[in-house]
């Protein structure tokens, strides 16, 4: 199992906070101030500290790092393809590997060689993927997705297509490829000033260890700020509930504990009041008795209240509402059978009425003293009318239909109805709704409680109102307003009369010592819980802060470093070998960093593995001033290389510019060791240097390893297009000439087309080019490639094909001659006319019929010198 897949493992067993740390320092090289941040809220939340923010957060996963591949699985990397959304490269681009040996892809900055780089960084799970992809820039809003690619790849030599799309996991088939940047292994100055060296993957340990102590520092410092004055509240301890809260707030006091005794009912609060000015009264018991008269005298005034209103409450009017609606309803029958008593005959208006039956009911009364020996309506035709006095005659009949109207059922009802309500009526009207509330009274009442006193002033009145109301609805049948509920003051004045006689008893039991001492205590825990409600806020405040410095602590417990530590060493046994000093020494010696030598030392502290390499300096110097940039890259290089020789398996591997910051010596050192390194694994090289691409083909073809040079340029289409060829400069002169014809086909069609500026800035061009040609055309083919610009020595060897005539002179001197007239700014000025198309394929044709000839004469030359050597002739001494 790789470092990474352990460190996989031990982070499932972390607090989230804390792998989330592990992915940050595996993703970027340094955490950034808000990562911190982001940490320390992660690690808050943990220990049930919110975030306002609502930060979440995000544990290492297997998709984060590279997936286990077995050393016995061989995956070959054959291409890049369809590139989507990258930058502004162009897409449907393929760029080919070489399944074997090397491949190195040449790129000017700005080329898009960046692009891909990238991709394959995530697509591989490489260690540094901080450089962020982003879509195409130059499409509209809405059409860039995500960065997509597909590589085509063999597994043991089967062939399939593997998809990346950024923000899913990568195919795992690609993580058999290591890319190196430079944090696959790094140089640092320790505290110690040690030059040491951590192996890939551990130093996550240190980073993690360097983030807890940053953490504990945050730490240190909120709880500092945070700190809870408990000062203010030292005047409420004591023997009261509220005092023993104070002397014993903590962290585990909850905020319902103090709402609790903090939150008085009004009955407490006046009762806190009453005992305050009873425990202040010089003579109690007297003021006790005045009290008590009071409050009788307010208790009067509340039962009269309650009376009262009795009398004219909304049972009352119901009541009197059904008598008089009973009343009208038996009247309205009553007088429909009067009117159907008139149509028999012609009586006088008004028959039948009201005035008639009380006229007719005071005949009959009459007739009992008038006519006592008989029975009224019976009175006989010959007796007198009791009214009239006259003879009854006729009118004897009338006076017994007259009674059987009387004695008719409806007007019976309604004769008992209309009596009923009188019956009510009478009593109701003579009611006297006074409160007898006197001034006195109302003056104690308006002292205690104005409003209370100004509600029972104003009761009396609406009594009066709300009769006269009934009254006038009974005769008038309107009700409306009679069902309105009046503000009776009776309850208020009872709670008045009953709040004084509390009084009076707290006063007499104040008068007693006995009884006093216990009001004194009650009087204590009501103040003091008083009190607290006075400082309510701050009280809880203090307990959160109580609670959130509580919570910090708990966080302190979470940064110490002892299990970091453990496993940093645990791992560093596993991984710390002989193997490895052997292959780190090697490694060095072959970059040219020899002189540091590997020291297995290994030490643990707060979470960092150390392997040291010494320096045999004196001790005040210090290696910072000692180790320049390109050799600290060189010991990235080589601890890369040592870590992937000793992983055990043959994946291939991807370089990203190798060589910045190195010399000509230690980039030539590099060239060699990328170049024996091809012939035991595919190896690909990304680089912008025009001279390390010469030195890794040489290097390769000394070493016997096939080599693929390829470049990626910028077109119209976009940037990253991969191209087979190389640029102008890192061609041979046969191609650089392949080159020179194509582009005078261009030329003579601008020339053609009447483009007279382009045509002349492209001709000039063209003899720029043409002298580079005669140039590299001097050292491949005349000097046989003896030396070379970008080689570091000289093949004496090649000697043999050599031969310079005077003519070989005096073509190059002319050809260099004529290009050095229109390879100067002063043509495109306009000083110096250029030369027509047919002019210039001439001149390019001289140099390639030059090129034939002198290559076929040097491999005639060398021939002829092999099969018949020429020795050399001894020196002559000068004559003296």
Not at 5 to 30: C, F, H, M, N, Y
Not at 619 to 624: D, L, M, N, T, V
Request: with cysteine; charged share 25%; hydrophobic share 40%.
């Amino acid at each position: 199992m790789s470092i990474l897949q352990e460190i996989l493992g031990w982070t499932q067993g972390l607090p989230a906070w804390q792998s989330d740390a592990v992915a940050r320092l595996l993703a970027k090289q340094a955490l950034t101030p808000d990562d911190l941040d982001d940490l320390f809220a992660l690690l808050k939340v943990a220990h049930g500290i919110p975030d306002s923010k609502n930060r979440k957060p995000t544990p290492l996963t297997a998709d984060q790092i590279p997936a286990p591949v077995k050393v016995a699985t061989h995956v070959e990397l054959r291409a890049m393809k369809n590139m989507r959304h990258v930058n502004a490269i162009a897409e449907n681009q393929h760029l080919p590997f070489s399944a074997t040996g090397m491949t190195v892809i040449y790129g000017d900055n700005g080329s898009g060689k960046s692009g891909y780089s990238r991709v394959l960084k995530r697509a591989c799970r490489a260690r540094d993927q901080m450089e962020a992809i982003h879509p195409n820039a130059n499409l509209p809003m809405g059409q860039a997705g995500a960065p997509e690619a597909a590589f085509e790849i063999a597994v043991d030599n089967v062939a399939k297509d593997v998809h990346w799309t950024q923000g899913k996991a990568a195919p795992p088939e690609l993580s058999s490829f290591a890319i190196f940047d430079s944090r696959c292994a790094r140089a640092y100055l320790d505290s110690e000033d040690d030059f040491s060296y951590v192996p890939y993957g551990l130093d996550v340990f240190e980073g993690l260890a360097r983030v807890c102590k940053q953490l504990k520092a945050s730490i240190d410092a909120e709880h500092a700020q945070s700190a809870a004055d408990l000062t203010a509240f030292v005047p409420l301890q004591g023997e009261t509930p509220v005092g023993k809260l104070i002397a014993t707030l903590s962290a585990k006091t909850t905020k319902a504990q103090i709402d609790v005794l903090a939150t008085l009912t009004p009955e407490e609060l006046a009762q806190h009041a009453t005992l305050n000015n009873s425990l202040k009264e010089n003579n109690p018991k007297e003021k006790a008795n005045q009290l008590r008269l009071r409050a009788r005298r307010v208790a009067a005034i509340a039962t009269n209240a309650t009376n009262k209103a009795t009398l004219v409450d909304q049972a009352v009017v119901a009541r009197f509402r059904a008598l008089a609606d009973s009343y009208r309803t038996a009247q309205a029958a009553a007088a429909l059978a009067a009117k159907q008593f008139k149509e028999g005959e012609n009586l006088l208006p008004g028959t039948g009425g009201e005035a008639w039956r009380e006229l007719f009911d005071a005949a009959r009364k009459f007739a009992v003293e008038s006519h006592p020996d008989r029975e009224f309506p019976e009175l006989g035709a010959d007796a007198p009318c009791p009214l009239c006095q006259q003879p009854l005659a006729e009118g004897a009949p009338r006076l017994l239909r007259f009674e059987a109207f009387i004695q008719q059922e409806a007007e019976k009802t309604s004769q008992a109805r209309r009596a009923g309500l009188y019956a009510e009526y009478k009593p109701f009207i003579a009611n006297v709704l006074t409160l007898n509330l006197d001034e006195v009274t109302h003056s104690e009442i308006d002292l205690l409680d104005p409003q209370l006193a100004a509600d029972t002033k104003a009761f009396e009145p609406a009594l009066t109102a709300r009769q006269e109301a009934i009254k006038a609805a009974v005769i008038s049948h309107q009700w409306d307003g009679t069902d309105q509920a009046l503000l009776n003051p009776a309850g208020r004045l009872q709670a008045l009369a009953d709040k004084l006689n509390t009084e009076a008893e707290t006063l007499e039991k104040a008068s007693d010592e006995k009884a006093r001492a216990a009001l004194q205590k009650q009087f204590g825990e009501l103040d003091a819980r008083v009190r607290l409600s006075q400082v309510k806020d701050a009280v809880v405040t203090a307990v959160t802060r109580l609670s959130h410095q509580a919570k910090l602590t708990q966080c302190l417990s979470a940064v110490k470093t002892n299990a970091i530590s453990l496993k940093a060493a645990e791992l560093a046994e596993k991984v710390v070998s002989k193997e490895l000093a052997e292959a780190l020494n090697r490694e060095f010696k072959a970059l040219g960093v020899g002189t540091l030598r590997v020291s297995l030392q290994s030490r643990s502290d707060k979470g960092k593995a150390l392997h040291k390499l010494k320096l045999e300096l004196p001790q005040s110097r210090s290696p910072g001033d000692i180790l320049s940039e390109g050799e600290q890259r060189a010991v990235a290089i080589g601890s890369f290389l040592a870590e992937v020789g000793l992983s055990g398996g043959k994946g291939g591997i991807v370089f990203d510019d190798p060589v910045s910051s190195l010399d000509h010596r230690r980039r030539e050192r590099v060239a060699k060791r990328l170049a024996v390194e091809a012939a035991q694994r595919q190896v690909i090289v990304f680089t912008h240097d025009i001279y390390f691409l010469c030195l890794l083909a040489e290097e390769a073809k000394l070493t016997g390893v096939a080599i693929v040079t390829q470049s990626l340029t910028r077109r119209a289409e976009g940037f990253g297009v991969a191209d087979p060829e190389l640029p102008f400069e890192g061609k041979s002169a046969g191609k650089r000439i392949g080159a020179l014809k194509a582009q005078h086909q261009s030329i003579a069609k601008l020339h053609k087309d009447g483009e007279e500026q382009e045509h002349r800035k492209q001709t000039v061009d063209a003899y720029f080019r043409l002298r580079m040609t005669w140039e590299r055309a001097v050292e491949e083919v005349l000097l046989r490639e003896v030396i070379l610009r970008f080689r570091k020595g000289v093949e004496t060897q090649r000697l043999a094909g050599v031969m310079v005539e005077d003519d070989d002179y005096a073509q190059v001197n002319a050809g260099m001659t004529k290009c050095s007239n229109y390879a100067h700014d002063k043509a495109l000025l306009g000083g110096v006319a250029v030369p027509d198309p047919d002019e210039l394929l001439a001149d390019i044709m001289a140099l390639e019929t030059w090129r034939t000839k002198i290559d076929k004469r040097s491999g005639e030359t060398a021939k002829k010198r092999k099969e018949a050597p020429i020795h050399a002739t001894p020196a002559v001494a000068p004559a003296p």
